[in-house]
C-alpha cells in the first residue's frame, strides 16, 4: 500500500514537471526542490506522509554539472534547510537532484546531514555528475583533465565530454576555442561568461558584418545623404571624405549644394562640366547676402570690388584672392586643397 503511494508520488512528481528539455534542466525553483524532496523523504521514513517546505533562500548549491545548455544542469547536489511537515523543526539536509527529459527529480538516498566541508563552500561546476560521497572534494565526479581549462566544465554522462565555451545559441561547444563553432573572430574568455562573442572591432567609418568576419564599409553617402538639392553624392574614403557633384543643381560643391552658383566664373570643382545659366536676381537676394559689389558689372563671384567684369581687385571676407589675380576662393576651399 504504501509503496504504491510512493509510486503515485514519484509518477506524478514526474508528470507535473514534463517539458521536454533534454539539454539539462534551469536551476531548480523552490517548489521544484520540495517536489524533489517528497520522495526522498517517504524512502527515509515510510510511516509518515510529508509536506516539505524549504526556507526561501536557504538553497546551498555543493555541486552544479553543466548541462548542454548554457545555464543548464545535469544535475546539482545542494543543502536546503526545510520543514518536513509544517510541524515539525527545520532540517539541513544535503541531497542531489537530477535533470532527466527537462524534469528535476531527487536522487533516491540521497539525504544526508551535509557534512562541515561543504557547508560554504563555492559551488563546484567541474563535475560531470554530482554526489560522489559529499565531502570535501569526493562532491563530484570531476571532468577529464583534459576538460580542466577555460569553462573547466564537462557535461554528458562521460568524463570526456568538455564544455569549454558556449556559442551564441548557448550550445556548449567542446574545442578549446569557439573559432569553430561560431566562426573566425569569435572569442569566449571569463570576462564574457565564456560566451563565444564577436570580438571584431572596426576603425571609424565601418561596422563589423552579420556573420562576424569582417568590416563593411559605411558610406557617409548613405548614412548622412550630405548632398542636398539633388546633388550627387561621391564617397572617396572612410569615414568622411566626400564630394558632391553638383552639377545640373545649380549650386555649389563645396557647401554640400547648399550654396547658389552666382556666376560662371572658373572653378576647380566638378560643376564647370556644365556651366549653369546666370541665376536671376531675386533668388540671388533670398539666397545669400548680396556682396556690396561697387561695379555692377562685376560677376566674379566672392568680390567687394572688381576691375573689370571678369577680374577683382578685393575678395569678400572668407574668400582670398586666387593666384590668377582675378577669382576669389572660398578659406574652406583653400583648407581642402
Ligand atoms: C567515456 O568516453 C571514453 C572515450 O570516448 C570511453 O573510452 C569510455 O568508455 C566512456 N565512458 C563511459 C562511462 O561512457
Ligand atoms: C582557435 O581554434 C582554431 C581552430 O581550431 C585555431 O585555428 C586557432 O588558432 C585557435 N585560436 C586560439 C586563439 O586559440
Ligand atoms: C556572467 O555571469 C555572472 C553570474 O551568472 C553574471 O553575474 C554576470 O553578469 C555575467 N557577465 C556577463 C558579461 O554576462
Ligand atoms: C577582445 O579582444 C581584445 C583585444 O584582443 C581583448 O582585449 C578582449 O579581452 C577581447 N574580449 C573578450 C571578451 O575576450
Ligand atoms: C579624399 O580622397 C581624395 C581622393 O582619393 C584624396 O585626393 C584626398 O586627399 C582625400 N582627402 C582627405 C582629407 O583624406
Ligand atoms: C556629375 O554629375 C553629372 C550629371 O549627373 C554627370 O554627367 C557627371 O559625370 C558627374 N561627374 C562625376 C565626376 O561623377
Ligand atoms: C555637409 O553635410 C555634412 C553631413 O551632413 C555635414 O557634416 C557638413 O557640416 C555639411 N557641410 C556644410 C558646409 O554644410
Ligand atoms: C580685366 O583686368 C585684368 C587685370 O587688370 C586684365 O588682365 C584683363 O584682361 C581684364 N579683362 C577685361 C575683359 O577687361
Not at 81 to 100: A, G, L, Q, W, Y
Not at 278 to 297: K, Q, R, T, V
Request: aromatic residues 6%.
Amino acid at each position: 500500500m504504501l509503496a504504491m503511494m510512493k509510486e503515485a508520488v514519484l509518477v506524478s512528481v514526474l508528470c507535473v514537471l514534463s517539458l521536454s528539455v533534454a539539454q539539462g534542466c534551469p536551476l531548480p525553483t523552490i517548489a521544484e526542490i520540495e517536489a524533489a524532496l517528497l520522495p526522498l523523504l517517504f524512502f527515509s521514513d515510510d510511516s509518515q506522509e510529508y509536506s516539505p517546505n524549504v526556507a526561501e533562500g536557504s538553497v546551498q548549491y555543493v555541486c552544479l554539472a553543466q548541462g548542454s545548455m548554457i545555464d543548464t544542469y545535469n544535475g546539482v547536489s545542494l543543502i536546503a534547510t526545510f520543514t518536513p511537515n509544517p510541524e515539525h523543526p527545520k532540517t539541513i539536509r544535503i541531497f542531489d537532484m537530477e535533470c532527466n527529459s527537462g524534469t528535476w527529480s531527487g536522487r533516491t538516498g540521497s539525504l544526508d546531514p551535509p557534512p562541515a566541508s561543504v557547508v560554504g563552500a563555492p559551488a563546484r561546476t567541474n563535475c560531470y555528475r554530482c554526489r560522489e560521497g559529499f565531502g570535501g572534494d569526493t562532491r563530484c565526479r570531476e571532468c577529464n583533465s583534459a576538460c580542466n581549462s577555460g569553462l573547466m566544465r564537462c557535461t554528458g554522462s562521460n568524463s570526456t565530454d568538455c564544455c569549454l565555451s558556449f556559442a551564441a545559441n548557448g550550445q556548449c561547444v567542446s574545442t578549446t576555442n569557439c573559432t569553430s563553432s561560431s566562426g573566425p573572430n569569435y572569442v569566449a574568455t571569463e570576462i564574457n561568461n565564456f560566451t563565444c562573442t564577436c570580438n571584431l572591432t572596426c576603425s571609424a567609418g565601418y561596422t563589423v558584418n552579420s556573420d562576424c568576419t569582417g568590416c563593411d564599409f559605411t558610406s557617409i553617402c548613405d548614412k548622412d545623404t550630405p548632398c542636398m538639392n539633388g546633388g550627387q553624392c561621391i564617397q572617396y574614403s572612410p569615414p568622411d571624405n566626400y564630394t558632391c557633384n553638383c552639377t545640373g543643381t545649380g549650386y555649389e560643391e563645396e557647401l554640400n549644394c547648399t550654396d547658389l552658383i552666382l556666376s560662371p566664373s572658373p572653378s576647380p570643382s566638378l560643376v564647370l562640366s556644365s556651366p549653369p545659366a546666370p541665376l536671376p536676381s531675386p533668388l540671388f537676394g533670398a539666397s545669400s547676402p548680396p556682396s556690396p559689389s561697387p561695379s555692377p558689372i562685376c560677376t566674379v563671384r566672392y568680390c567687394d570690388s572688381c576691375q573689370n567684369s571678369s577680374c577683382c581687385k578685393t575678395c569678400s571676407s572668407g574668400s582670398y584672392l586666387n593666384p590668377d589675380g582675378c577669382t576669389c576662393g572660398k578659406v574652406e576651399k583653400a583648407a581642402q586643397i
